[in-house]
């Protein structure tokens, strides 16, 4: 008896539920490139923007990457999505602390940026990742006014993802969705090295 009162309190909530998102999706009627912004101290911020490049051409979506901050390294995402036709423009210096040279690292961002540009004003790319560009802008490598005036102006049906920590407040305000990793526990700190596949 117990256990029919439960069940039907249960399907009660779930209609209940059900009809709440039911309002929802029929409210949700705009169609448009979406801006989706990945920051936070956490790891996976560029793992999740490689997510929804993958599900993107798993749609048959055409879908092109700008790596700024990345090296010459192996890039498993990479490897994986150029097969697929995705096209990757890698900013290649590495890390700032590596390089130890601004003005390189400075004419290899706006060198990402101009292959950017070109992107963000194609109306055949359906979907951007700028995977770490924050970082560009924080260190003022690339002028944040020209990135809100390029995200402004792109293709009404292209979606861009923005990826890296510290994203600057205005593209944040501008963007559609905003996700924040937050750290919680990092293998690294415990002396764990980067693992193939896992980490890169």
């Not at 993107?56 to 700008?66: I, Y």
């Not at 700028?130 to 020209?146: A, S, V």
């Not at 919680?184 to 980067?194: E, T």
Request: hydrophobic share 35%.
């Amino acid at each position: 008896m117990t256990d029919e009162k439960d069940n039907d309190r249960h399907k009660a909530r779930m209609q209940e539920q059900k009809a709440k998102v039911d309002e929802r999706i029929a409210a949700a009627q705009e169609d448009k490139g979406l801006l989706l912004v990945l920051t936070g101290n956490g790891k996976g911020k560029s793992t999740s923007g490689f997510g929804t490049i993958a599900r993107a051409v798993g749609h048959g979506l055409k879908a092109s990457v700008v790596q700024y901050v990345k090296g010459g390294w192996e890039c498993g995402e990479r490897n994986l999505l150029e097969k697929h036709d995705v096209e990757f423009h890698v900013m290649g210096t590495g890390f700032t602390w590596e390089t130890q040279d601004k003005d390189t690292d400075k004419l290899a961002a706006q060198a990402a940026w101009e292959h950017s540009k070109k992107l963000l004003q194609d109306p055949s790319i359906d979907v951007v990742l700028l995977d770490e560009i924050t970082y560009m802008i924080t260190y003022k490598y690339i002028d944040l006014d020209e990135v809100l005036a390029a995200l402004t102006a792109r293709p009404k049906d292209q979606h861009v993802v923005i990826t890296g920590r510290a994203c600057h407040r205005s593209i944040i305000e501008m963007a559609d969705t905003v996700s924040e990793v937050r750290p919680v526990k990092h293998a690294f700190d415990n002396g764990i090295k980067a693992q193939q596949g896992i980490d890169w």
